[in-house]
């Protein structure tokens, strides 16, 4: 890893530490749920950066509770990017949402 990974790496670490030992092991299911409500809450106030993190936290630990160290989600983010750069993308949606045709 890079040193901007094992930053990555350490603050995954930290979290899914942190939040085991403050409310216990937990389920991908509860943190993504816990992440759907958070994002309604960088909706309200997009420019709360805390509010931001509060869903990386959240996204990082549930990965880490799925088995996903950074290295996995960085591999599985440049394979999905090479998908998306083949694809065929539509027209904005109503609310600007632009999705694959292909």
């Not at 901007?4 to 299911?29: A, C, L, S």
């Not at 943190?31 to 950066?49: G, M, Q, W, Y």
Request: hydrophobic residues 35%; negative net charge.
């Amino acid at each position: 890893m890079t040193s901007g990974q094992d930053r990555w790496q350490k603050m995954q670490d930290d979290i899914g530490e942190f939040t085991e030992k403050t409310f216990g092991k937990g389920t991908v299911k509860g943190k993504i749920t816990h992440l759907s409500e958070e994002l309604e809450e960088v909706l309200a106030d997009p420019d709360d950066r805390h509010e931001w993190a509060d869903c990386m936290i959240l996204l990082l630990g549930a990965a880490r509770c799925a088995g996903l160290d950074m290295d996995d989600l960085y591999q599985a983010m440049q394979e999905k990017m090479d998908i998306n750069r083949k694809r065929k993308w539509g027209p904005p949606d109503e609310d600007g949402i632009v999705r694959h045709v292909r």
